[in-house]
């Protein structure tokens, strides 16, 4: 299995601000995702990280609403820009080591936009 | 697209005695990855079991085993002799083979284990 982090734990922002979540796996995996799950909802796929290019985006999902990075094998990003309430969410990424492999989750990032 | 259902918003089940989550889900895929994940409150998902769709073979582990279906595209968790750290979120999850293992996942069932 994978163990993965994700920093912060939760938030609390203001409207129009943006907020940027790290995800780290203790070793390699091949892919990284990054799922929301709004109050009392199911998880929801944003986007798939890619290595070293764009991530791709699920349809509703925009990059410029929520950039994603992902410089190496180990690490991501997600930045959710230019927030509303609406976002309020908790935001999850995963990884998983091969195609069809099981995906281990992060704790997520609980966030609140006031 | 795939869809998955969970039609049970909420079940309960006494301490030590067994309780069956369903799950039904619709693709044209032949191969595919079936997962069930526990989320407790403190919101980690956390992998309860996975079956490939090949394998007749329902997948077991521990106290938690699968009744897979695939005529009847289901796929059913039980947990036997229930405990009170059973009690979470259940997700029911599908993932076609040969893809970047993305996740399509149900609604959820609440299971509450009662003493």
């Known amino acids: 299995s994978a163990v993965i982090s994700q920093k912060p734990s939760r938030d609390i922002c203001q409207r129009g601000t943006s907020l940027t979540i790290q995800c780290q796996v203790d070793?390699?995996?091949?892919?990284m995702f990054w799922y929301r799950q709004q109050p009392g909802q199911s998880l929801t796929l944003i986007a798939t990280?890619?290595?070293?290019?764009?991530?791709?985006?699920e349809s509703g999902f925009v990059i410029d609403k929520f950039p994603i990075s992902r410089p190496n094998l180990t690490f991501s990003t997600l930045t959710v820009s230019n927030m509303s309430p609406e976002d309020s969410s908790i935001y999850l990424c995963?990884?998983?080591?091969?195609?069809?492999?099981?995906?281990?989750f992060g704790p997520g990032t609980r966030l609140t936009v006031l | 697209a795939q869809t998955v259902t969970q039609s049970q918003p909420e079940m309960s089940v006494q301490e030590a005695e067994t309780v069956t989550l369903s799950c039904t889900y619709d693709?044209?895929?032949?191969?595919?990855?079936l997962f069930w994940y526990k989320q407790p409150p403190s919101r980690q998902m956390i992998l309860v079991i996975r079956?490939?769709?090949?394998?007749?073979q329902n997948a077991t582990e521990n106290r938690f085993s699968v009744n897979f279906q695939k005529a009847a595209k289901s796929f059913s968790l039980k947990i036997s002799d229930s405990q009170l750290g059973d009690a979470a979120m259940y997700f029911c999850?599908?993932?076609?083979?040969?893809?970047?293992?993305?996740?399509?996942f149900g609604t959820g069932t609440r299971l509450q284990v009662t003493l």
């Open positions: 693709t044209s895929e032949s191969d595919y990855y």
């Open positions: 990280a890619n290595q070293g290019s764009e991530a791709t985006y």
């Open positions: 995963s990884g998983g080591r091969g195609l069809a492999d099981t995906q281990y």
């Open positions: 070793s390699q995996v091949t892919m």
């Open positions: 079956q490939e769709a090949y394998k007749q």
């Open positions: 999850a599908y993932s076609p083979a040969g893809t970047a293992s993305k996740l399509t």
